[in-house]
């Protein structure tokens, strides 16, 4: 059973910045995958970052230069630096785990959310 807790969220001008933490806990599997995802109202959820266990990112266009995603691996946490916010950025932000099995075959896990608004 994989329990994933974030924290971080808050209200912020635009320009600020947020930093969000996600701890994971229960069965982590070596190969595994942990991101930020966002939905606004109304809208789709969609991806905003993710770090693999190997280290490697990807992040969304609207966010590359602004949000920097990083893990400690020793605490099962991944993080997400959100600065020059901006208010299109306002979202209920989701840490989501995958543990994958083989290169195409995961499950994954999704936290609680937490709300990110920013204030123009």
């Known amino acids: 059973q994989v329990q994933l807790v974030e924290s971080g969220g808050g209200l912020v001008q635009a320009g600020g910045s947020l930093r969000l933490s996600c701890a994971a806990s229960g069965s982590i599997f070596s190969s595994n995958a942990m991101g930020w995802y966002r939905q606004a109202p109304g809208k789709r959820r969609e991806l905003a970052a993710v770090?693999?266990?190997?280290?490697?990112?990807n992040y969304a266009d609207s966010v590359k230069g602004r949000f920097t995603i990083s893990r400690d691996n020793a605490k099962n946490t991944v993080y997400l630096q959100m600065n020059s916010l901006k208010p299109e950025d306002t979202a209920t932000y989701y840490c989501?785990?995958?543990?994958?099995?083989?290169?195409?075959?995961?499950?994954?896990?999704w936290g609680q959310g937490t709300q990110v608004t920013v204030s123009s």
């Open positions: 989501n785990l995958r543990n994958y099995y083989s290169d195409y075959s995961f499950y994954e896990r």
């Open positions: 770090i693999t266990s190997g280290g490697s990112t």
